[in-house]
Every structure is written in C-alpha cells, then in structure tokens.
DNA sequence: GTGGTCTAGACCACA
DNA sequence: GTGGTCTAGACCACG
C-alpha cells in the first residue's frame, strides 16, 4: 500500500518515488511487474496525474522502471541494484542533516548510535533475493 | 566569522539561523552578546536587511536570541542548551533518513563513514559541503 | 469575512491571523477547509502578497493551517483546540493587567463591566473596538 | 526597588512610569516626596537619560509630580488620585486583549473567574491612607 | 495556479 | 542608532 502525506515536506512527486522504490525492494513488485496505470494511481491517491509523470519519469530516469508505450510501465530487472545506488546518491542529504547536528553542538556518538540502532534491529528487509530460492 | 553562500539551495534566512547559532555553539558570541544589528550584518553580508530580520526573528521566536528595540539584539542566557536541544530533536529525522537507505540497501558502514567524515573535518570544509551548487 | 483596519495600532498581519482564527472558532473555516490563497486574500483585502504570507507563515508555526506548495493552506483537524489553548494561555497577562489596575485603585466592577461588555456585544462591535485609531 | 526588564514587549519608558506610579501607591513614594534625580535613576537603573525624560515628562502631563526648576520633581498632593484616573484609562487594553480571547473561543467564565481572583486575594495594599490616621 | 524566498526601499516607535 | 512592519515586484519549485 502507497499513502502519500500532502502536508510533507518532501514533495509529493519524491515521497512517490521512494514509496514505490520501497515496495520493488520489499518485494511487493518484483522486478517485471507491470505498475499500476499514471491515472489509476492519480485516483488512488489522489494526486495530480502530472506529479504520477513525474515520478514514473524520475523512475524510468534511474533505469528502475521501463516504459512499454501503450502497455504501461515494467519494474526493470535490475531495479534493486539501480535503487540501491540511487540511494548512495541521498549521501549528501544526510551529510547536511549531520553537519546541521554538529555545529549546533550534538556529539558524534550520539549521531552514530541512532545509526547503529537503525542497522542494530532487524527490521521487515523481505528481500526479493529470500524469496526466490527456486 | 559569518559566510552566506548564495548559491546553496539552502535559504539564506536558514544559513544565517546556522552561522548564528554556531557562532554561539563556539562560544563566539557568548550568552549577553550584544549581536551585530541587522543593517550592520545586512552590509556587510550583502544581503537584505529583510532577509537578516526573518533569521533574527525565527531566533527570537526559538528564544536563542532576545531583541531589545532601540538597543540590539542580544544572545539569550540559555541559549546553547535552546540550541543543542532543538538539534537533538532532529535525530527522528536522521533516523527515518537512515532506515529508507537501509532499506534500499546501502551497507551500514556507508553511512558510519559519512558520518565521521562530517565530524573529522574541520568547520570550514563543513560550510563547503553544506552548499550543492545544484 | 475578513476585514482590516489599516488604522489600527495592531499590526496588519496580527489582525489577518485574528480574523482567520476567528472564522476557524466559529465554524466558518472547518478543519480541512481550504483557506483562501495568498495572492486572492492580498487582492480583496488590498494588502501586499508577503504580509498576507508571514499570517499564514505563523499559523502554520502555530500548528493551526497545514500548507502545500502547489494546492494551497488548509485548515489542521485540530485547529480550534490549538487556537483556544494558546488564547487561554495567555491568562497571566490578563492577571497582571488586572494586579495592576487594582494597585491603582481601580474598582472590581469597572473591570468586570468591561469584560462582560466585550463578551455582551456582537462581533461585529468587537471589530470596531479593537482598533483605536490611535 | 524599582527593576527595569529592556527585554519586555513593554517599552521602558512606559515599564518606568509603572513602577514609579507602583511605588507611590504602595506609599513608599508619599506625596511630596522628592523623586531621584534623573542621572541617579539612569545610573542605578542602566538605563539612557532620555528614557527617564520621557517617563518623568508622561508624568508629569498626567499630573502625578510635579516638577520643580532645578530642585528635582515631587510627588504630587492628589497623585493617587490622578493614578487611579489613568489606571482607568487603559481600560481598553484590558478590552482589546479580552475581544482577542473570545474570538479564539475562551469562554466568558474563565475570564471573569480570573479578575475575580485577582481582587479576591488580599495583596500588599499597603494604601498611604491606612498610615496616615494621624 | 500554489506556497516560499529574496530584494529594494519606505515608515514607525523606541533608546 | 535600534528592531519591527509594510509595500512593490521578482523568482523558484511544486501540482
């Protein structure tokens, strides 16, 4: 299931993005799963057709997704890689939030250990790989 | 010593809250300082005085700084624990940023790295990575 | 309706934020109504776009309207709540006012003829008494 | 004692002429008094001359000292008399912080039960009458 | 179209 | 001189 908050700061068009990207990684869509239609995902969710374009255009930017014209759009084999280093690419973000800490005087460790604490518990990664020990 | 970059996407009004703040973090400007006024930092930042009136506003607003009409503006007693604690608050924020990378498969020792990378640096280097010039 | 008097000493925008909480208390904004824009309230109230700006700029501060570049302000679900308690703290002044008046020799009654005159008129008269034209 | 705050939304003028005004109804200031010198009271208090000017002038508009050319200014005969008078006329400040609560919904209850409480409670008043029955 | 930021220049009361 | 408010007009990313 996609929510998308109109009220985030984050736009719209990126919590799509991640929300999808979230679901290939989850394995809710497997690579070659055909994703919903730009309008059905307008009405599901509510938004404007033109932000679903944007983001399914982002996607298909990073190679996650391909477009098929006139059948909608697949979930590329290699998604899980590309994403992966989409994300590598979100280093800068959180490099800025760090350095934001910082200097407003919060200590390394204690930035540190909310990492750990992050990679600490294990979460649902249901990885696409588990489940395809065919 | 204060710096605008003009070409970070952050805006201006927040790279002034940050540059204030550190300064009082550092012990720079001391709780009681009597902070520059706001057509003095307008002039010599070369940027509006408008533009310096929303900063010390928002400070006001966060109680780090106390404006007196027709004295100054002078740093608040408590102000650097009013500082550390409102960064602190931002850990969720790191948090949820970490877990979405998680997910997407970045290694844990990625992001260790950035993060000792923004603590091993010296503050200036700090100012250069905070601005994109996207 | 909204209205502003550009003769009273209250600032324009504190009188924009009164008039939008008031609408709010009163039902005519319910929570999730979608406030007027920016640009359509500074034309029919005849003031600049960046005033209308910083009362909706401290009503989002406040919790009481959820912004979205791109669909508008929309009123928060728990707007009326927000707005009563902030007024209700705002009893010490009042008790300070009042420590003052009686220190001075100001009889009990003339103050509480004057709160049950504010409570006893209309709106609308309330309006006219809050600007002085000073 | 009189204490100046420079940091309240009150003007230090108006701060000044309160405590003055505060001190003379608490008889600590009889009638005839001879008030401090304008440089001793911007010495002890830290504060400019010209602020001290602009209380002692008000003041003495309203008839509550009265100046004397070269020998300082002294409380007048009828000042609390004349005190109370302008007590009474910052009536509408009371009204217009009044009409602020009632619009955001405080009821008329909560209002009153506060003023009540503020005469109900028997503070230092410490009139110059009580000690002058002789 | 929306909210948000920035500049330029003006005016006010206060110290 | 100070902080604070307001106007006018411009630009940006988002929906």
Same mark, same amino acid.
């Given at each position: 299931?996609?929510?998308?908050?109109?009220? =985030?700061?984050?736009?719209?068009?990126?919590?799509?993005? @991640?929300?999808?990207?979230?679901?290939?990684?989850?394995? !809710? /869509?497997?690579?070659?799963?055909?994703? $919903?239609?730009?309008?059905?995902?307008?009405?599901?969710? =509510?938004?404007?057709?033109?932000?679903?374009? *944007?983001? /399914?255009?982002?996607?298909?930017?990073?190679? !996650?997704?391909?477009? =098929? !014209?006139?059948?909608?759009? /697949?979930?590329?084999? @290699?998604?899980?890689?590309?994403?992966?280093? #989409? #994300?590598? &690419?979100?280093? $800068?973000?959180?490099?800025?939030?760090? #350095?934001?800490?910082?200097?407003?005087?919060?200590?390394? %460790?204690?930035?540190? %250990?909310?990492?750990?604490?992050? /990679?600490?518990?294990?979460? !649902?990664?249901?990885? *696409?790989?588990? &489940? @395809?020990?065919?």
């Amino acid at each position: 299931m996609i929510l998308i908050d109109r009220f =985030s700061p984050k736009p719209v068009f990126e919590q799509l993005i @991640d929300s999808i990207e979230q679901q290939i990684v989850l394995g !809710v /869509y497997p690579p070659g799963t055909l994703l $919903p239609s730009l309008r059905e995902l307008s009405v599901t969710l =509510s938004i404007n057709p033109n932000t679903v374009q *944007k983001s /399914y255009g982002e996607l298909t930017r990073r190679g !996650v997704i391909l477009p =098929s !014209v006139g059948s909608g759009c /697949y979930v590329a084999p @290699d998604a899980p890689e590309r994403i992966r280093k #989409a #994300a590598e &690419s979100r280093l $800068p973000e959180l490099t800025r939030l760090c #350095a934001d800490m910082k200097l407003r005087g919060v200590p390394e %460790e204690t930035i540190l %250990e909310a990492v750990r604490a992050v /990679y600490g518990c294990e979460t !649902v990664t249901i990885q *696409k790989e588990e &489940s @395809d020990h065919a």
